[in-house]
């Protein structure tokens, strides 16, 4: 397996692309199977993520097509088409393997009235049960019904007559699966405490674009009229706020200044406003985001939340840049109750983290040095990599399966701003 390796120390300076967001490119995607007609996606990361999700939709009989772009090119143009659907069913080699996949539940259940999806297990942040999603679904009108490790939604004879649903939590995937199911519905949906991530904003987009009927796009009141058909559309992936959310962390931790083109600062204010309370200027221009860190770093105290909160995707890497703020920060991880694997590593690599249930205390030190770590997620692995960027010697960040999923090329990324990091096989 590569292993990824990082001399610490260099000030990182100049410009690094965002890529399209992955988190809504696993949305966008299963999008393909509310339709017969194709549904081209620009601006589509290339991550083993969204392998991954193609892989799924060729088992349903979707096809697909990269548009003819260069392998330098970041993001690329991938064409979906479902004119028949030839399976309904999720198994569970899949799922296990990409949480994402019980996003086809939605989509697959409004187009065909049936979908299979297996349950998708345990995951390493945390129980992410599904409940809420088959509690929409089932107030939209489906049955639900599980057997075997697997979930099976069926919609009554003549299609899902539409309902009301009040999310007890914010869920991100169960509006997104909610939105899918719906736009197909015979009748009125109305969601109420949905999310409202930028992602789901984008997913409404697309769907409008493909005909659907939505009101309240990006408040937590949401109201769809079920449409009898959608049609295709061509879409442009909204850039990554959690990438660049990254590497300006990445960029700050080196006291750095970077140009990351193509962020959108209106998606990622929750993230700009604690960066600048640790003492880094960030500030929008026309290609993007300007970020610098050419003083001390401050430390900041803060919440996960849903968004407009600030996100819990964003929590390991700032607390990789607060290791070395001067004082003491205090973060309080409110989504997930498993997700501070990093602060073992962290602390392997001189940091001062102590842990509660879900509260970090990150005492700031002079200094942090480099070990050989492994991270057990993505956004884990993201924070030893930018701890690494500052620490004195080498890092050596193993299992990059994880960074894969969700970076498009990152050491690229980071070479092109003046890391000193490369990729090596593990021999
Ligand atoms: C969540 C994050 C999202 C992040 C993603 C990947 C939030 C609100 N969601 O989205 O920002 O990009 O992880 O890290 O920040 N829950 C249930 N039952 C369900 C579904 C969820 O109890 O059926 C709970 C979860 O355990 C969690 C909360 O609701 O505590 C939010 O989960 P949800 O938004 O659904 O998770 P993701 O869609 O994976």
Redesign the pocket.
């Known amino acids: 397996m590569d292993k990824i390796i990082i001399r610490g120390g260099c000030k990182l300076s100049g410009t690094l692309p965002i890529s399209g967001a992955k988190?809504a490119a696993l949305t966008l995607v299963p999008c393909a199977l509310l339709t017969d007609e194709p549904l081209t996606l620009r601006n589509l990361p290339r991550l083993a993520d969204i392998d991954g999700f193609q892989h799924l939709m060729n088992q349903f009989g979707v096809s697909t097509t990269i548009a003819g772009s260069r392998p330098e090119d970041f993001g690329r143009v991938m064409t979906f088409e479902a004119p028949r659907i030839t399976g309904t069913v999720a198994p569970y080699d899949l799922v296990r393997k990409m949480?994402a996949s019980i996003l086809v539940l939605g989509p697959m259940l409004a187009r065909m009235g049936e979908a299979t999806v297996s349950l998708p297990g345990g995951c390493a942040?945390?129980?992410?049960?599904?409940?809420?999603?088959l509690k929409v679904l089932e107030a939209i009108g489906a049955e639900i019904e599980l057997a075997a490790g697997y979930v099976r939604a069926r919609a009554p004879d003549g299609g899902l007559p539409g309902g009301r649903f009040s999310f007890p939590?914010?869920?991100?995937?169960?509006t997104e699966n909610a939105l899918m199911a719906a736009v197909l519905a015979n009748g009125k949906t109305t969601l109420h405490n949905a999310?409202r991530?930028p992602e789901i904003v984008d997913l409404c987009r697309l769907l409008v674009a493909m005909g659907a009927k939505i009101e309240g796009i990006g408040s937590s009141d949401i109201t769809i009229h079920g449409v009898k058909r959608l049609h295709g559309a061509t879409y442009r992936v909204m850039s990554d706020r959690?990438e660049a959310g990254s590497y300006a962390c990445a960029a700050a931790i080196t006291g750095g200044e970077v140009m990351l083109a193509g962020a959108e600062i209106e998606e990622m204010e929750a993230t700009v406003a604690a960066l600048r309370q640790a003492g880094v200027h960030v500030e929008p221009t026309q290609e993007g985001l300007h970020v610098a860190a050419n003083g001390a770093l401050r430390a900041v105290n803060l919440s996960?939340a849903?968004?407009p909160g600030f996100?819990?995707?964003m929590q390991a890497q700032l607390m990789a840049l607060l290791c070395r703020a001067e004082g003491t920060s205090v973060l309080n991880e409110t989504?997930?109750e498993n997700r501070y694997m990093h602060v073992p590593e962290l602390n392997r690599m001189g940091a001062h983290i102590e842990t509660s249930g879900r509260t970090a205390i990150v005492h700031g030190v002079a200094q942090l040095s480099g070990a050989e770590v492994m991270a057990t997620d993505l956004?884990a692995s993201m924070s030893l990599v930018i701890a690494g960027l500052a620490a004195e010697g080498e890092t050596q960040v193993h299992r990059l399966y994880h960074l894969d999923r969700g970076y498009e090329r990152l050491e690229e990324k980071l070479s092109l701003i003046g890391a000193d990091i490369e990729r090596v096989g593990d021999g």
């Open positions: 988190n949480r942040i945390g129980n992410r049960p599904i409940d809420l999603h939590v914010v869920s991100v995937g169960a999310a991530e959690i996960t849903p968004y996100a819990t995707d989504i997930f956004r």
